[in-house]
C-alpha cells in the first residue's frame, strides 16, 4: 500500500519553463489538496478537489492550474515558473471526516522540492 | 472552516510531557479538531483527532474544553524524536468540499 506518491521528488526550472506535478492515491479518497510550504513557514492551501471532478481554489491559486484526472490521480501544473514559486509541495487525500471506521485524516506524500532559477 | 491560533515555539525537557495549546474560538459544533505533526521537511503526520470528548491513543492525548473553543496536545513523555512542528486544525464532519488550512504551528523542542 503506497499512500500518497507524488512525482518528481526533485526539480530545478529556470524561470518561464513549465512542469506538472503528479500526485496519486490508492486509498479510494474522495478529496485531495495541494499545499505548498516555503522554509520556515506553515502550509499553505494551493487548490484541492473534494471529488473527481470538482477543483477549487485554495489560499494561493494564482500561477497554478490543477486537474483531477480521476478520483487517484491530482495533478498541479506551473505554466510559466516564477522564482517566486520555489518551494516544497505536498499533495494530501483524505476520505470524509466523521464517517464511520475512518478518522477523516489528512495522508501526505513526501513532498516535491521545486527550485525556479 | 473556523481559524485556529497557536503559540509560536515551545521547549520541554526530554522524559516531561509536553503540552500544546490551541485556540479555535470560532470552532462549529459539528467540527472536529484534529492535530497534526512535520518532523523535518518530511510530509506531515496525523496525531489525533476529537470532536468534543477527550481522546487517548498510543501517541498523545487530546483535551477539549468543554465550550470547544481551545484544546490542548499533551505528549505525555516527550523524546528527541518529537522535536517537530505541531499543527491544530478544525475540519467539518462530513463535508468533503473544504478548504483546509493550515496555520504555521507550534515548533517543538525537546530538549535533552
Known amino acids: 500500500n503506497a499512500g500518497v506518491t507524488q512525482t518528481p521528488k526533485f526539480q530545478v526550472l529556470k524561470t518561464g519553463q513549465s512542469m506538472t506535478l503528479q500526485c496519486a492515491q490508492d486509498?479510494?479518497?474522495?478529496?485531495m489538496y495541494w499545499y505548498r510550504q516555503d522554509p520556515g513557514m506553515g502550509l499553505r492551501l494551493i487548490y484541492y478537489?473534494?471529488?473527481?471532478?470538482?477543483?477549487d481554489k485554495g489560499e494561493v491559486p494564482n500561477g497554478y492550474n490543477v486537474s483531477r484526472l480521476n478520483k487517484r490521480e491530482f495533478s498541479l501544473r506551473l505554466e510559466s515558473a516564477a522564482p517566486s514559486q520555489t518551494s516544497v509541495y505536498f499533495c494530501a487525500s483524505a476520505r470524509l471526516a466523521g464517517q464511520a471506521s475512518n478518522t477523516g485524516e489528512l495522508f501526505f506524500g513526501e513532498g516535491s522540492r521545486l527550485t525556479v532559477l | 472552516d473556523a481559524k485556529t491560533t497557536q503559540p509560536t515555539s515551545m521547549d520541554c525537557a526530554e522524559g516531561r510531557a509536553a503540552n500544546l495549546p490551541c485556540n479555535h474560538s470560532t470552532i462549529s459544533g459539528n467540527e472536529y479538531v484534529y492535530w497534526y505533526r512535520q518532523i523535518h521537511s518530511q510530509g506531515p503526520q496525523y496525531i489525533i483527532h476529537?470532536?468534543?470528548n477527550n481522546e487517548t491513543n498510543e501517541m498523545a492525548s487530546l483535551i477539549i474544553t468543554e465550550d470547544r473553543k481551545s484544546s490542548t496536545l499533551i505528549l505525555p513523555h516527550a523524546t528527541l524524536r518529537d522535536t517537530a512542528v505541531y499543527y491544530c486544525?478544525?475540519?467539518?464532519?462530513?463535508?468533503?468540499?473544504?478548504?483546509?488550512?493550515f496555520g504555521t504551528g507550534t515548533r517543538l523542542t525537546i530538549i535533552p
Open positions: 478537489s473534494a471529488s473527481e471532478g470538482t477543483t
Open positions: 486544525i478544525v475540519r467539518v464532519a462530513g463535508q468533503g468540499n473544504e478548504k483546509l488550512t
Open positions: 476529537g470532536l468534543k
Open positions: 486509498m479510494n479518497h474522495n478529496s
